[in-house]
Structure formats: structure tokens, C-alpha cells
Nanobody, 118 residues
């Protein structure tokens, strides 16, 4: 059983903050790079941020300086702290893991909805 479960989304005003959580089960979490993606209505799914097993981090340019990704291997969890939110951040946010050794990818979870109103 491989499963990720996202939570923490909600409705906020421009400039607000949210912290998303993703908890994984059924994998050796410490071997996986974990990443956040998002998908707005009518658009393709888009990479947002990733953090490797060695804590190397990458961000989508438009969220650089506003979002912070982190992980806690003891909890099998990855987080996305989102500050200074804009309407362009409105989307369903998903997490996914990737294992370097064989490029195994977890299934997509249900996602968590983020809506930013102006």
C-alpha cells in the first residue's frame, strides 16, 4: 500500500498564509524526494517545490521567497508553508514522492484545495 494524504488547504485573502501537510505511508520515506504540485481549473499540473532525502530544495520561480518546503522523516511528512498568497496560487495542491534508485513514483493523493480571494 502506497498512500499520500494532503491537508491544510483553505480559503484565505490576498497576503494570507497557509501551511500544507502531506503524510506518506507504505514507503520508506527517507529514500524519497518529496514534491508539491498544483493544478488550477483548466490548467495542467505544475511543479511547485521539492525537497530531497538530503534536504536539497528547489522551487518554482514564482513562489521563491514566499513558500518554504520542509520535511520531517520521523513523521513521514512533508510541509509547504505558503506566505503572501496571491490569487495565482489558487489551485488544488498535491504531493508526490520519487525514489532515485528506480524512479518509483507514488500515486497522487486527493489533494487539498487552496483558494486565495482578492
Amino acid at each position: 500500500q502506497v498512500q499520500v494524504e494532503e491537508s491544510g488547504g483553505g480559503l484565505v485573502q490576498v497576503g494570507g498564509s497557509l501551511r500544507l501537510s502531506c503524510v506518506a505511508s507504505g514507503i520508506f520515506f527517507g529514500l524519497y524526494t518529496m514534491a508539491w504540485y498544483r493544478q488550477a481549473p483548466g490548467k495542467q499540473r505544475e511543479f511547485v517545490a521539492s525537497i530531497s532525502r538530503d534536504f536539497n530544495i528547489d522551487y518554482l520561480h514564482s513562489v521563491e521567497g514566499r513558500f518554504t518546503i520542509s520535511r520531517d522523516n520521523s513523521k513521514n511528512a512533508v510541509y509547504l508553508q505558503m506566505n503572501n498568497l496571491t490569487p495565482e496560487d489558487t489551485a488544488v495542491y498535491y504531493c508526490r514522492g520519487n525514489r532515485y534508485s528506480d524512479n518509483h513514483r507514488t500515486d497522487w493523493g486527493q489533494g487539498t484545495q487552496v483558494a486565495v480571494s482578492s
